[in-house]
């Protein structure tokens, strides 16, 4: 099992998205998603890393993804995002039997449920409404395929992973896990940050995340 400490910074305090990022860059922990689980099915893998940090209150993410020959098809919330260029977060609070997931595609389009099961959800509607997305995407062409470095950065609300008001995420421990995918792409992946042993693709498997500790 993987595990990340995720570090207490003060990452409101700068009112720029651009000087938030810049903190995550410097202070976040990083996370590296670098597990092809199914390589004989699906062998794709790219660069690709999230930082984390939280002040308490949100937990505050960024993705940077390089070289992909991506899709963007998808534009409003809840929409099957995957299929698209897509990156993903998936958490357990300790002794919970459901766990959520937060999908967020190149375009920002973000779908966010609760789950028993993987048939078994929840959408997570006024939740998703209260998580900030920012992306960007440059273009370049290397042997005359054009592929893209993106980025996506989210602020996710404590409410929106299960926390009540009155607690802080310092101190707490959840299970998680970090995804990049894109079903529906040229290149069809499914990269994991915590290794998955199962014999065809599926994120939705909470006996395999890893952990995260807020510091």
Known sequence: MRKLVVPLQVVSQFETV??????LLEKGAMAVIDQVNWRDL??????????????????YL????????VSAQHRNDFDPVWKDSCVEF??????????????????????????????????????VTSIFRFAT?????????ELSDWSLYLEIP?????????????????????????DE??????ISWSP?????????????FGLLEFA
């Open 90 to 127: 998936f958490m357990q609070r300790e002794g919970d039997i459901h766990y959520r997931n937060f999908e967020c595609n190149i375009l920002g389009a973000l779908l966010a449920a609760r789950h028993e099961t993987r048939e078994s959800a929840e959408q997570l509607t006024e939740e």
């Open 18 to 23: 651009f000087d938030r990022i810049k903190l």
């Open 158 to 182: 404590k409410k929106a992973m299960g926390f009540d008001t009155g607690e802080s995420l310092s101190g707490h421990k959840i299970r998680a896990n970090f995804y990049k995918c894109g």
């Open 42 to 59: 699906y062998p794709g893998e790219l660069p690709v890393n999230v930082r984390a940090a939280h002040d308490g209150e949100v937990l």
């Open 196 to 208: 998955i042993n199962l014999p065809n693709p599926d994120f939705h498997v909470p006996h395999f």
């Open 62 to 69: 960024y993705y940077t993804i390089k070289g992909e020959a």
């Open 137 to 145: 995407i440059n273009h370049h062409y290397l042997e005359g395929r």
């Open 185 to 190: 792409t040229p290149e069809p992946h499914y």
